[in-house]
């Protein structure tokens, strides 16, 4: 059962588009991060939201928890080919303590 | 920074072999996790430790055992390596438990068993 459903999971994008990439959950999570992987290395950690409703921004990249905390977004803005890259959501429940990563987003931004 | 060291990038076993990947953090991280990868299905959890000697199934944890003699290393043993243990798998660490503390991950070992 996959507890974290990513959208879309593949995503490829002309330099300087916007685009949105969203992770959705029927379960209600203490808080999210979200970390993106490129080819040969491990993920690393974007940010991580534990407010319902906030927003957060880096650089180029905004990500939003949403107000009940089962969902969350992420928008890139103007993106770039250094952007391309695996973009995965991950939350702890709130009754639980262990991470649970989506599905991922390939993103793609062709220069 | 935090460095997590996986022993070996890419490995090709055959189906039966007792398989060992080994793990470090130079962070003196008490949280220890191994993940595998495919295409699709995300990072699905195995097993995770939280201090020297102490375990935790993860999701997928059939077919696996793991290994956490000091704080700093965590290995992951397939008992009898089959051909749908085939995948990426990544080794994370992070400090205490807390929930919103990240993870530090490994680059990977690719392992393919024949």
């Known amino acids: 059962t996959q507890l974290l459903e990513q959208s879309p999971q593949f995503l490829s994008i002309q330099e300087g588009e916007n685009l949105t990439v969203y992770c959705n959950s029927s379960?209600?999570?203490?808080?999210l991060q979200w970390y993106r992987q490129e080819p040969g290395e491990g993920p690393v950690l974007l940010v991580t939201v534990v407010t319902g409703g906030e927003v957060k921004k880096l650089k180029r990249l905004t990500f939003q928890f949403g107000d009940a905390r089962k969902d969350s977004s992420l928008h890139i803005t103007a993106a770039q080919p250094g952007d391309t890259g695996l973009y995965l959501c991950?939350?702890?429940?709130?009754?639980?303590?262990?991470?649970?990563f989506g599905t991922g987003t390939s993103l793609t931004v062709i220069p | 920074d935090v460095k997590v060291t996986q022993s070996s990038r890419y490995l090709v076993k055959r189906t039966g072999e007792k398989v060992f990947l080994e793990c470090v953090q130079d962070m003196d991280h008490e949280n220890m996790f191994w993940y595998r990868q495919d295409p699709g299905l995300g990072l699905r959890l195995i097993y995770f430790s939280y201090d020297v000697k102490m375990k935790e199934k993860g999701d997928i944890p059939e077919g696996y055992s793991v290994s956490r003699e000091k704080k700093e290393r965590f290995s992951l043993i397939l008992e009898s390596a089959s051909t749908n243990q085939t995948s990426m798998y990544l080794c994370?660490?992070?400090?205490?438990?807390?929930?919103?503390?990240?993870?530090?991950f490994g680059d990977g070992t690719r392992l393919s068993i024949l």
């Open positions: 379960s209600v999570f203490s808080s």
């Open positions: 991950a939350g702890v429940w709130d009754t639980g303590n262990q991470f649970y």
């Open positions: 994370a660490s992070s400090p205490l438990q807390g929930y919103n503390q990240p993870q530090h």
